[in-house]
C-alpha cells in the first residue's frame, strides 16, 4: 500500500464548477501537510499548505482530518488556468516527504 | 536570485555508464532533495541533505550516490546505470525541510534515458 494514495482521475469539469480532491495518509506520525501543483513537463510548485484548522485561500480550500488520515482540496469556480495535476504530499518528522501519484484536473470551457 | 537549477535538461545513457546530475541553489537553503518522477508512481525520495556534509538515504536509494560539500550543490551520481533508472530527475531546497512547514522550491528537472 502507498504511504500517500490520491484518486489519480483524471477530472474534467466545467469552468466555474467546484471540484474536490481527497488523500489519504498511512503515517500517523506524518507531522506537516501540503498540496502541490504540476504543470505538465514542468516541476512541482507549492499550492498551499494543510493546517488542523483548514484554510482557505481564494478559490482553494484545505482540511485535514487527523484521525482519519485525510487531506482534502476544494477548488471553487475552476478556471482554464487550474488545469493541472494536484499533489498531495506528507511530511513525517524525519524530514522524508512522501508524495502522492498526483490527480489530474482538466477545466473545460 | 536563480532558485534551484538542474543539468543536464536531458540526457540519454547507455546501460552501465555513470554519470553525475547537477544541482545547484542560491538560496542558502539547508536542506536539499533528489526525486525521481515515474509514471503513476509520483515523486519518490532518492536522497536528501540536511546541511553541508550530511546525506541520508530517501525512499528509493539504491543505484545512487550523493555527496553535500558546500551548501549550494547537490550532485547526484548514477555509478552505473539501468534502464529502470529511466525517469525524470527532480531536485529540490528549502530552508530546514518541509517538517517546518516549509515550501519546498524545485529545479525544472532532468530527463533521463537509459538504453
Known amino acids: 500500500r502507498k504511504e500517500v494514495e490520491q484518486d489519480p482521475g483524471p477530472f474534467n469539469v466545467p469552468e466555474g464548477a467546484t471540484v474536490a480532491f481527497n488523500c489519504t495518509y498511512s503515517?500517523?506520525?506524518?507531522?506537516?501537510f501540503f498540496w502541490y501543483r504540476q504543470d505538465c513537463r514542468k516541476e512541482p510548485k507549492l499550492l498551499m499548505s494543510v493546517y488542523s484548522s483548514g484554510n482557505e485561500d481564494g478559490r482553494f480550500t484545505a482540511q485535514l482530518n487527523r484521525a482519519s488520515q485525510y487531506i482534502s482540496l476544494l477548488i471553487r469556480d475552476s478556471k482554464l488556468s487550474d488545469s493541472a495535476t494536484y499533489l498531495c504530499?506528507?511530511?513525517?518528522?524525519?524530514?522524508?516527504?512522501?508524495f502522492g501519484a498526483g490527480t489530474r484536473l482538466t477545466v473545460k470551457p | 536570485n536563480a532558485g534551484v537549477t538542474q543539468t543536464p535538461k536531458f540526457q540519454v545513457l547507455k546501460t552501465g555508464q555513470s554519470m553525475t546530475l547537477q544541482c545547484a541553489q542560491d538560496m542558502n537553503h539547508e536542506y536539499m532533495s533528489w526525486y525521481r518522477q515515474d509514471p503513476g508512481m509520483g515523486l519518490r525520495l532518492i536522497h536528501y541533505?540536511?546541511?553541508?556534509?550530511?546525506?541520508d538515504q530517501g525512499e528509493v536509494p539504491n543505484g545512487y550516490n550523493v555527496s553535500r560539500s558546500t551548501t549550494e550543490d547537490f550532485p547526484l551520481r548514477l555509478l552505473s546505470a539501468a534502464p529502470s533508472q529511466t525517469s525524470v530527475y527532480f531536485c529540490?531546497?528549502?530552508?530546514?525541510?518541509?517538517?517546518?512547514?516549509?515550501?519546498?522550491?524545485f529545479g525544472p528537472g532532468t530527463r533521463l534515458l537509459v538504453l
Open positions: 541533505s540536511v546541511g553541508a556534509g550530511i546525506t
Open positions: 504530499v506528507v511530511n513525517n518528522n524525519n524530514n522524508d516527504m512522501r
Open positions: 529540490a531546497s528549502s530552508p530546514h525541510g518541509g517538517r517546518l512547514g516549509e515550501t519546498q522550491y
Open positions: 503515517n500517523s506520525a506524518s507531522q506537516s
